[in-house]
C-alpha cells in the first residue's frame, strides 16, 4: 500500500511540474467522445492501447467486455 501512495504523490507532483494547471481543466467536467467497453484485465490499460487523455473516453470495464442485456451496470453505462 505504501508503494501504491508514495508513486501516487510521485505522479501529482510531476503532474502538476509538467502542467500546473492539470487538476483545474480537470475540474471543468468531461465531455468524452467515445465509449471504450474493455476487459477487466489489469494488464490492459485503456488509455495506454487508445492514445488517450483523462476525458477522451469514458471506460467500463468488465469480464471479457461484454456487452449483456442483463447486465444493469453495463447497461447503465450504455445509457
Not at 484485465?41 to 488509455?47: E, F, L, M
Not at 492501447?49 to 469514458?58: D, K, L, R, S, V
Amino acid at each position: 500500500m505504501e508503494r501504491l501512495l508514495s508513486n501516487n504523490k510521485k505522479w501529482v507532483k510531476e503532474t502538476l511540474d509538467s502542467n500546473p494547471e492539470y487538476f483545474n481543466d480537470q475540474a471543468k467536467g468531461q465531455s468524452p467522445r467515445y465509449l471504450w467497453i474493455g476487459c477487466a484485465d489489469s494488464r490492459v490499460p485503456a488509455d495506454r492501447i487508445t492514445g488517450t487523455n483523462p476525458g477522451e473516453m469514458f471506460v467500463h470495464r468488465n469480464i471479457a467486455n461484454l456487452v449483456v442485456h442483463t447486465d444493469i451496470k453495463m447497461l447503465s453505462v450504455l445509457q
